[in-house]
């Protein structure tokens, strides 16, 4: 193995252990806002999940047993020097985090049941390679429960319902999911494009930090009565009511056939780990917690 | 009411619970998912259930030497366990569930057949949990079925905060919200339509 591909399965083995034990700092502001609105059973929930995220963090373990699927989204330069290296650096990280962490080994071979015991299998780590212009390159993990992604669903709508359709469509999906996702969850959602890409922009959609608007005015706006139609329910903290069913609803879109109105809604649980690096054209990686 | 149950747990004890009550468990808790489920109702229990706290976990451990350690144990959706629970309720007599997200109507009536409660704990909070598991007494399946599907029986002290959402006579925070639920959502719908 070169020097580089050494390094990037070390830093991504790393990075995959931050995720797993230390949530990013705008999750937990948004759980902790949540806690100071709340009283009663939903108040006793956050507050668990806040200790529970301190012993995560103090100790060094994970947060959730499920430590989810490693998933990855890779925004490279058309002319980034090391995508060799990353491609067989990745699957190598997984397992090397698996071990070291540990990860709880969640592959499962769909007919037999056979589990490789490494995290990795046919397909997966799953990677979406995402080409820009320039020479550096940007890694998002996203360990994914599997709680959260049993909630995610696709719509296909018919154009004629229009955004309210849409609206509906999000809000009832998300409340009829109650406690299963282990609320406050954060809600990714995709409009257009097709089957799978609107799930894929819901998945795209979960990478910003927490909050963090789309640039779009129309879209933001969208973001913002989402999360208060779906936090009128009632639902709350772990399905037993409460204030707080969602910490945030976040949009993408892409333009859709007259015919379609694909809605990708993809669920994350209020354990929204994620981490970022940063690869230079020099090699250099940089860990960034979000 | 915030109290400690301590295995084994007796019938009357967890009869006398209430739906909203915090209640935390000492002593012996085993886990079983969807596979163990299946697994024990076919082959019946390598140990005694009876008294038991049964928690739906698939959890991440870690062997030093000839010693489990458990890193983090929350728990899983149970509701994917209604499949099996009402039998498993009545062939083992566990007197504690312990998941999240609640359980459906065949189960909340076996609880009051048998005398059980399903309490949950907070999803997700695998390493609050971890704390309070104080050794790992015994695995059964680990080769058969894989570290999250396995049974394991832990040693635990204080484990909670656990929330009695389905008791045994009959009630379910659950359903009460769902009333609740369905009403705030009347207002919500009428909302998309006229904005």
Known sequence: MSKMSEKLVETLAEALGQAATVLPNDVISALERARDREEGPARVQLEAILRNVEIAKAGQVPICQDTGTPTFFVRFGTKFPYLEELLS???????????????????????????????????????????????????????????????????????????KGVKKAVVEHVVACGGKPCPPTVVGVGIGGGADLSLKLGK??????????????????????????INASGVGPMGLGGKTTVLAVHVEYAHR???????????????????????????????RNP | MEKVLKTPIAE????????????????????????????????????PLEGLALFHCGPVVKKAGETWRVVAAGPTTSARMELFEAEFLEKFKPRVIIGKGGMGER??????EVGAVYTHFTGGAGALAAQAIRGVKEVHFLEEL????????????????????????????????????????????????GA
């Open chain 1, 89 to 163: 650096a990745i699957p190598e990280a997984v397992r090397l985090a698996t071990r070291k962490v540990p990860l709880r080994p969640n592959t499962v071979h769909p007919l037999t049941g056979e589990n490789p015991g490494d995290n990795t299998g046919r397909h997966i780590p799953h990677v979406t390679w995402l080409p820009v212009p320039g020479d550096g390159a940007e890694i998002f993990l996203l360990p994914k429960g599997g709680g959260s992604e049993n909630c995610c669903a696709l719509k296909m709508l018919t154009p004629g319902l229009g955004i």
């Open chain 2, 146 to 193: 894989g570290i999250p599907e396995a049974v394991w029986v832990f040693e635990v002290e204080r484990f909670g905060p656990l929330v009695v959402a389905m008791d045994a006579s009959g009630r379910s925070l659950y359903a009460d919200l769902e009333k609740t639920v369905e009403k705030n959502m009347d207002q919500i719908r009428a909302r998309i339509q």
């Open chain 2, 12 to 47: 009357e004890e967890v009869r006398a619970l209430k739906a909203g009550d915090v209640v935390y468990v000492s002593g012996t808790l085993f886990t079983a998912r969807d596979e163990a489920h299946r697994v024990l109702l076919e082959r019946g229990a390598p140990f």
């Open chain 2, 107 to 112: 189960t909340l009536n076996a609880l009051s």
């Open chain 1, 204 to 229: 795209l959609a979960l990478l910003r930090p927490v909050g963090e608007r789309h640039p779009e005015r129309e879209v933001a706006a969208l973001e913002e009565e989402l999360e208060e139609l």
């Open chain 1, 257 to 287: 056939h007259p015919a379609s109105l694909p809605l990708g809604i993809v669920v994350q649980c209020w354990a929204d780990r994620r981490a970022h690096l940063r690869i230079s054209p020099s090699g250099e990686i940089v860990i």
